[in-house]
């Protein structure tokens, strides 16, 4: 079993990964990013959507919301965070390295740093490539991740989240040349201790970049924060922005 095929992991430490602050966050992100607007009636998909954050806001906008995860764990939080809010969401359990609906949204987002999780690489394109095939013409993918400029400045420190579960303890440490990172986790509540790890490719801007064009990506542009910053020295995130654009036919007419 794969680290994030693990719902157990998903239940137990999802104090530390989805704090209540975070959906207040995710709300406001919402109302305020330019990155993250979409009309009323825009056919959004959050991809790993976790417990659906970003889902519930963007409905309570008029958006048509599909959230896909694999866990299903947090496709249960996520219905309830909806259910809270008075929204309605479509909801689909799926692997994002085979869920792809062609052409069906107009934007699709990917957030949290929910993007390479495989560890063989060409997974991790499949998703981008599924990703593409699955937006309209004109769409655009958002993927949210922790870059490794970013990262660069603060790794290695052991970090203690408290929670209402208990104390999370988080160690990073960086394998393979600068390529993955594995997050250690220690929770202990009471008497009893757990531990898990995390693996994940790591990204800087001009590979994820490279690698949203390798599966025809365009206008592709890179973010350090949600409010649209540029991705430098003072970048907080690693946020990029591709589209898909309508190809064009022969005689003239676009096509998907």
């Not at 206008?219 to 591709?242: H, M, Q, T, W």
């Not at 022969?250 to 998907?256: F, L, N, P, Q, T």
Request: net charge negative; aromatic share 10%.
């Amino acid at each position: 079993m794969q680290w994030f095929e693990d719902d157990d992991l998903w239940v137990g430490f999802a104090g530390a990964m989805f704090p209540a602050r975070r959906e207040a966050e995710a709300a406001d992100l919402i109302e305020t990013s330019p990155l993250l607007k979409a009309a009323a009636g825009a056919r959004v998909l959050d991809l790993a959507c976790g417990p659906a954050f970003h889902v519930a806001p963007l409905a309570r906008r008029g958006a048509e919301v599909t959230g896909v995860d694999l866990s299903p764990a947090m496709l249960a939080r996520a219905r309830e965070t909806c259910a809270r809010a008075g929204v309605t969401a479509r909801f689909v359990q799926a692997d994002m390295r085979e869920h792809v609906e062609p052409g069906r949204y107009d934007l699709i987002i990917n957030m949290y740093t929910s993007f390479g999780y495989f560890t063989d690489p060409g997974d991790n394109r499949a998703v981008l490539r599924n990703a593409f095939t699955s937006l309209a013409p004109g769409g655009t993918l958002l993927v949210d991740v922790l870059g490794k400029e970013v990262l660069a400045s603060w790794v290695g420190r052991p970090q203690a989240v408290d929670t209402e579960d208990g104390t999370v303890f988080m160690r990073d440490t960086i394998l393979d040349d600068w390529t993955r990172l594995r997050t250690d986790w220690t929770l202990v509540r009471g008497d009893t201790v757990r531990h898990a790890s995390i693996l994940s490719f790591l990204y800087s801007a001009a590979e994820l970049r490279a690698l949203f064009e390798a599966v025809g990506f365009a206008d592709v542009e890179c973010f350090g924060d949600f409010d649209g910053s540029p991705y430098d020295n003072k970048a907080r995130r690693l946020i990029v922005r591709g589209t898909r654009v309508p190809t064009r036919g022969v005689r003239g007419s676009d096509e998907d």
